[in-house]
């Protein structure tokens, strides 16, 4: 029977999709950085040395019957592992690379919008400062107060002698 027209058709899946399980993209990248960190450090030197002097003196010294790898030929089954792991080894820390990049690329970016944050908030309080300021000049300090306080107290002052001075004066007999 045709497919109707009117019904959206089903997710098709590949064989690949079938048979293999989905892996998550970052399990694979976190992994590679683990194997980069791993081949970055004194241990993995360590071991790959132990690795090629066992190889060397097996296929030097070990039972004729037992060596895998020929002097003769210059070890080239070990050459041939060694540029093995070598090609395996620079795609990944490439790639751990890239992530890293990544990641600075993302820290770069949220510290510049914190820093532009940090501008804002700045000018913002320089202006709110600035309004206080211009705020504070309008309004009466201390001394400003003493000398007005002052002024009073010498006009009152001036008026009660001046009123002394009217009642001490004997009063003009009216006509």
């Not at 497919?3 to 970052?26: H, I, M, V």
């Not at 993302?106 to 940090?118: C, G, I, L």
Request: glycine share 6%.
């Amino acid at each position: 029977m045709a497919e109707r027209l009117d019904q959206p058709k089903g997710k098709r899946t590949s064989l690949r999709e079938r048979f293999l399980p989905r892996r998550n993209d970052d399990s694979f990248g976190r992994a590679s950085e683990g194997i980069a960190r791993f081949m970055g450090t004194p241990r993995f030197l360590v071991y790959m040395t132990i690795f090629c002097v066992v190889w060397l003196a097996w296929n030097t010294w070990g039972p004729e019957h037992l060596r895998f790898d020929s002097v003769a030929i210059g070890f080239t089954l070990l050459t041939l592992m060694l540029s093995l792991q070598a090609s395996y080894s620079a795609p990944l820390i490439l790639l751990a690379q890239n992530r890293q990049d990544d990641r600075d690329r993302v820290s770069a970016e949220q510290d510049r919008q914190r820093a532009e944050r940090n501008l804002a908030d700045t000018e913002f309080l320089a202006r709110e400062m600035a309004a206080l300021r211009i705020a504070l000049g309008e309004v009466a300090t201390r001394d400003f107060v003493r000398s007005e306080l002052r002024n009073l107290l010498e006009e009152i002052e001036a008026g009660r002698e001046a009123a002394g001075r009217d009642a001490s004066e004997p009063d003009e007999p009216a006509h």
